[in-house]
Structures are given as structure tokens and as C-alpha cells.
């Protein structure tokens, strides 16, 4: 099958996943409104509590929190292919003459598009809560280019767990069980300084510190080091490694 007529496929199932979104308003729920729950939580119950040298810690949390709710966003992705497994549509996916890896790119790229909505809402509730950027417009669009690939790494990840998990229940426990532990032992909330030995090395070499204190450089001019570099190679890394993974999970469940 050629890359083009992939590509197409792939673009009409995107544009299937968006276009079930004016009939299940619920969908948007992980990409608006517990994201900016956790802004909320964390600026005004936990704010007071955390010092960031050099920061205030609304302008620490903005750029963490945004990467954690990107990452998270191809939650969705996992429990619409787990769902989609289990009422058979892929099955009668897989007797279409159509592309087969389009069935799990289509999700990664709708993805794409939800994130940039997510990434509105997050930017101008942070905005609202008293965030403000630091650097010029070139390092901010940088920025979000960034996230939108972190994002869209994470899409294949969650594509993976979709698949093995089998339902939606098993995929939702895999995602929590290991993602959400990794964003906390991270830099996302906190300095990894203020952390004890040993969960403070792990932090340091967490992708999430890396993803974190880029996007405070892009954002904010917080001194680079080489998390900007880091992190496109971790998000390269992730979604080659990821897509590997999902695409031949996919292939062995539908034969």
C-alpha cells in the first residue's frame, strides 16, 4: 500500500475522531477541564507551600503542568482503541481496503489537533492566574512546537497501552499505574533540589525534568543547559519506539 493513499487514510480517520466530538462533548473533559483543575489546585491550595528560587511559582507551574496535561492527552487515544477492540470495530476496520497502520495514526494526528485546543485553554487560564512569558515570540512558538511534539509522542505511548490493555479499564490502570508516578518524581511540580537523595537523581534523569525545563527556557529564559536538545531527542525516541511497538501489537491482534 503506498504512502500516500496511508496518508489519506489516515487523514480520514483523524477527521472521524474530531467529528465525534459535537456528539460526545464529554471527550473534551481530559483535554479542558482537569487540566485546569490541576492549575487551580496547585496555584492556590499547594502554591503557598512550595518555594522556586528565582520564580514565582505560578510561572514554575504553567510550563510543568502544561507538559503533564500534553502527555496526558492521548488518554483518550488509549480508551478509544481498547473500546474500539472490544466492540469489534477494528475488526471491521481490518476488512476495508484501507491502510491498517492509518486505524492508529489517525487517532496520533487527531491528537494533534486537541492538543493545540488543549494548549489554548491552559495558556490562558495560566495567563488568568497570573502567568506571564518572559522570552519573545519566536522562543514561544518554539515552545509550543515542542509541546505539540511531546504530545504527539505520548499519543503513540498511549496507543500501546490501549492495545495491550484489551479494555478500557485495564488500559485506564496500565496509563495511571505507570505514567502518572514518572510526572510527580519529575521537576514538573517541584525543584528536583528540594527532593531526598535518590528520588533526586531520579528526577534529574527523568524525560518529564527534561520536557519541564525546556519549555521554562522557551517560556521563561530559565537557563537551558541542554533540556531543549534533550527533549526533542527524548520525544523522537519515544514516538519511533512507541509506534514501533503499537503498530506491531496491531498487526499481531488483527492477523
Do not use: C
Not at 126 to 147: E, M, Q, W
Not at 155 to 162: E, M, Q, T
Not at 234 to 251: D, H, P, Q, S, T
Amino acid at each position: 500500500m503506498s504512502l500516500r493513499w496511508t496518508l489519506s487514510d489516515t487523514l480520514v480517520l483523524a477527521m472521524r475522531q474530531l467529528r465525534r466530538i459535537p456528539r460526545s462533548p464529554d471527550l473534551l473533559i481530559g483535554y479542558t477541564i482537569q487540566p485546569v483543575m490541576f492549575v487551580l489546585l496547585f496555584r492556590y491550595v499547594f502554591g503557598g507551600a512550595i518555594q522556586t528560587p528565582g520564580y514565582d511559582y505560578v510561572d514554575f507551574l504553567m510550563p510543568g503542568i502544561i507538559v503533564q496535561s500534553i502527555a496526558f492527552g492521548g488518554f483518550v487515544t488509549a480508551l478509544a482503541i481498547a473500546e474500539d477492540m472490544k466492540k469489534g470495530l477494528i475488526d471491521r476496520f481490518r476488512s476495508l481496503p484501507m491502510s491498517r497502520i492509518a486505524v492508529i495514526s489517525g487517532r496520533a494526528v487527531a491528537d494533534l489537533a486537541l492538543n493545540a485546543l488543549q494548549l489554548v485553554v491552559l495558556i490562558g487560564v495560566g495567563l488568568i492566574v497570573g502567568f506571564s512569558f518572559g522570552t519573545d515570540v519566536g522562543r514561544v512558538v518554539a515552545g509550543i512546537l515542542l509541546l505539540l511534539m511531546i504530545g504527539f509522542a505520548f499519543s503513540w505511548v498511549f496507543a500501546l497501552i490501549g492495545l495491550v490493555g484489551g479494555s478500557a479499564e485495564s488500559a485506564n490502570a496500565i496509563g495511571f499505574t505507570v505514567l502518572f508516578p514518572l510526572t510527580f518524581a519529575s521537576g514538573i511540580f517541584v525543584p528536583p533540589a528540594s527532593m531526598p537523595n535518590g528520588l533526586r537523581q531520579f528526577a534529574e534523569a527523568n524525560p518529564f525534568t527534561s520536557f519541564a525545563d525546556a519549555t521554562r527556557h522557551l517560556f521563561l529564559g530559565a537557563p537551558a543547559n541542554s533540556d531543549v536538545w534533550t527533549s526533542v531527542l527524548w520525544a523522537v525516541g519515544i514516538a519511533v519506539v512507541a509506534a514501533f511497538l503499537a503498530l506491531r501489537r496491531y498487526r499481531s491482534l488483527t492477523g
